[in-house]
């Protein structure tokens, strides 16, 4: 099995709206992939299509199998996080440990112990007294102790401070990340996840716009910060957007040829979070 | 067998109160015979004086009786909360996202929210029964002298026809246990209407349309408390030869699987 994921042509439409149209993808095993796209555009229906939580159109293999017919046997290699604050009021600390134990054989209970050791959170705390953050942190304890083939994350952070971010994303690539699991994050915070990435896809309207790995990223696409008396001769490349920034005028480029555009100013490879914005924006 | 254990214990966990419906009760019934003047209605004037002695085991018969009556009572009301309730919380708390993200099928969930209302709660319905028959009786005999019919080996009898009883009521009303967790799987809010409103409107419907009332005289016997016909010997079958019993099993089988997918597939959006 070479591919873990491969989607084709995956559909998915809600009434009128079209959530997904004809999405086609591939990951690979041992990949940090991020998915990237506005509310709404269709990256939460994927990884439900993937998650085997909602029909759908098309292709669609997960770790082999259809994620929609077989989802039971799939969740014993899959682990994720759907939404955050979807642990229930009464539930204990302990006695979401003891669940998880119960009925995961890849859970790791002195894992997720060790992970909560670091938190606030004690044992016989319920869910109902914590913070929206301490819920995170649970939550996230209780995946990062499953040993899992395929890690699925949806704003895995939202609602945690700074520093519990780093530690977490620290633990995810230190601790958990092998070249064994693949993990599937979307978030907000791009520029979080930027060098954690092993590949990213941009997603829009239901369409990838990008899929491609990080570090193709640099051939396929140029940033130039023209210099003041260049910006004429840069915008005649066709730039895809441009943008101001400190009086220096910013272009982005798709497949320019790198020596020509050195010639006009400093050329560099743009960051995901730039080249999104620039792609989601074109030539404002 | 670990994970059906979990199941069960998680259902526990999150309704702490559950379990403990009938033994309440039975608390307040042995209150009753210890400080009143053994004094329920259904009981007071037989267990008093002469009737003890004359008729004891008619005596304590209506005593039992009544003591099982009302733990069953509490027992069915508290087994309708739960079954309505206990796909729709879930639901309501979106944690059946939490649920679902685990190696648990959907079949299992289910099943195990079924075996939790009907049989755990009438598990514990019964022992406790019986445990209150024998506690009054002791009760009762340290107060008024105890006849001797050899009580406890009539204690006994009685606690084998609660056991068989309760597992004939299980069955009878396996079909409603299971549509009113459907009604809890499939319903957005208030799942007691949608448990309600389709055999009313059933009813209704025939009687305007047809101007009869077979439906309506079927739910009426189906849901009719049917303490007559239960077994009370080990060679009465009991409700056990009734085929709209094994009928009513066929049909819970068959709400369970379409529960199950309803599960699967509700709110997927």
Known sequence: ?????????????????????????????????????????????????ILGLTPFDGELQVLGV??????DALMRDVSFIADTAVLPKWLRVRNALDYVEGVHPAFERARAEEFLRGTELRLDSRVRHLSKGMV????????????????????PTLGLDLLYRRKFYDTLLN???????????????????????????????????LDSPVDELGERYQQLIANADATQAARALQPFHERSVFGRTVFFYEGADAAQLATLGEVRTPGIADLFVARMQGIA | MKTWAMLIRRELW??????????????????????????????????????????????YGAVWGGVS????????????????????????????????????????????????????????????????????????????????????????????????????LVLWYAPVGSWLLLASAWARRAPFLYALVPPFALIVGESMLFGSRVVRDYFTARLDFPAGRLMHRETDGGLLTDPQLWLGVGIAAVLLTITIRVRRYRDEA
């Open chain 1, 136 to 155: 995170t942190q649970l939550q996230l304890a209780l995946v990062l102790a499953i040993k899992a083939k395929l890690l699925v994350l949806d704003e």
């Open chain 2, 69 to 168: 009556l009302i733990i069953v009572i509490v027992t069915m009301m508290m087994m309708i909360g739960y079954l309505l309730d206990a796909l729709h919380a879930e639901r309501k708390d979106r944690s059946i996202l939490f649920w679902r993200s685990l190696p648990v099928t959907d079949r299992d969930t289910v099943l195990a929210k079924f075996a939790v209302g009907m049989l755990v709660l009438p598990l514990i319905s019964a022992a406790t029964i019986v445990i209150t028959h024998a506690v009054i009786t002791g009760a009762v005999s340290a107060r008024y002298g105890s006849p001797d019919i050899g009580l406890w080996r009539y204690w006994w009898r009685a606690a084998w026809a609660v056991f068989t009883g309760t597992s004939q």
């Open chain 1, 1 to 49: 099995m070479s591919a873990l994921i491969s989607a084709r042509g995956l559909r998915k439409q809600y009434g009128k709206h079209i959530a997904l149209d004809g999405v086609s993808f591939e990951i690979p095993p041992g990949r940090i992939v991020g998915l990237i796209g506005r509310n709404g555009a269709g990256k939460t229906t994927t990884l439900k299509a």
């Open chain 1, 175 to 209: 601790d958990y990340m092998d070249n064994q699991r693949t993990i599937l994050v979307t978030t907000h915070q791009v520029e979080e996840i930027e060098n954690l990435l092993t590949d990213v896809m941009f997603i829009e309207h239901g369409k990838l716009l």
């Open chain 1, 66 to 71: 259809n994620p929609s017919r077989q989802r």
């Open chain 2, 14 to 59: 999150e309704r702490r109160g559950l379990w403990l419906g009938a033994p309440i009760a039975a608390l307040f019934l042995i209150a009753l015979s210890l400080f009143g003047r053994v004094g329920w209605k259904v009981g007071r004037e037989r267990m008093e004086d002469h009737a003890l002695w004359e008729a004891p085991s008619v005596a």
